[in-house]
């Protein structure tokens, strides 16, 4: 009988996250999820009643419980995936971008929790449950850590090129263990958070002239958490329509 892979997902109470945890549910893994509410009723994961922690990534004392809460819920010693989704990205009263001048300091640092203390904490956390598994780590970057994004502010901007170097970093060292450490760095996805002003991103700065699908992002996350990405490792893939060209 063939080993049940496991998958770790952040942030998998909606969004990309929701739509990561379902591929690898589809693909017959066991899916432990993480996020700061529950998830939605009907994931095929709440069947199994230990597969879901709640704790909220952008407190530091929360992150450094969560190793220490999932570790039980691996079962084994084995984890092949660690999708560092989890992120946060406020934004002004109206919805507009929030600049390096004014954003509350206490938003900068909640902001590098989520955004890349949590990958941290979490990938050194479970080093040896990846090895074991010769396991993969995709970390979610963004567009947005190479240019001045329309919606996305400044400390989000900032803690999403950290955990883009914090992969190549990761990589390096985890190479030796077996594992693999990558990163994807989405452009505008259709998801229920979209900003208000997207389409004009759509219509003026993405070749391709559409948002990217959450079943696009899905499909790459499957890959480099694949046998078929076997010599990757290190790497940041654009995933935009061509927006960052």
């Not at 049940?4 to 693909?27: C, E, Y």
């Not at 095929?44 to 709640?54: E, F, L, R, S, Y």
């Not at 969560?66 to 819920?73: F, Y």
């Not at 959450?214 to 076997?230: Q, Y």
């Amino acid at each position: 009988m063939a080993e049940q892979k496991t998958a770790i997902v952040t942030g998998a109470s909606r969004g990309i996250g929701h739509a990561v945890a379902q591929r690898f549910a589809d693909l017959g893994w066991r899916v432990i999820t993480v996020s700061r509410g529950p998830p939605p009723p009907k994931c095929p994961w709440n069947d199994d009643g230990n597969t879901h922690v709640q704790l909220d990534l952008s407190n530091l004392d929360e992150i450094t419980k969560t190793v220490a809460a999932l570790r039980p819920l691996l079962g084994g010693s084995k984890l092949h995936a660690l999708v560092n989704n989890a992120g946060i990205s406020p934004k002004g009263p109206g919805g507009e971008r929030v600049n390096s001048l004014t954003t509350d300091l206490k938003v900068w640092q909640e902001m590098y929790n989520a955004n890349f203390y949590a990958p941290l904490i979490l990938t050194r956390g479970f080093a040896q449950e990846l090895s074991n598994a010769q396991g993969s780590v995709v970390n979610l970057c963004s567009i947005a850590a190479y240019r001045v994004h329309p919606f996305a502010g400044a400390a989000y901007a900032t803690s999403k090129a950290a955990l883009a170097a914090l992969t190549r970093e990761m990589a390096a060292d985890m190479a030796p263990m077996g594992v693999r450490v990558n990163a994807i760095a989405p452009g505008e996805i259709n998801t229920t958070i979209l900003s208000p002003g997207t389409s004009k991103i759509v219509d003026n700065n993405i070749p391709m002239r559409r948002l990217g699908e959450v079943s696009e992002i899905a499909d790459l996350i499957e890959f480099l958490c694949s046998e078929k990405s076997s010599y990757i490792t290190g790497a940041e893939i654009a995933i935009d329509g061509g927006q960052r060209v």
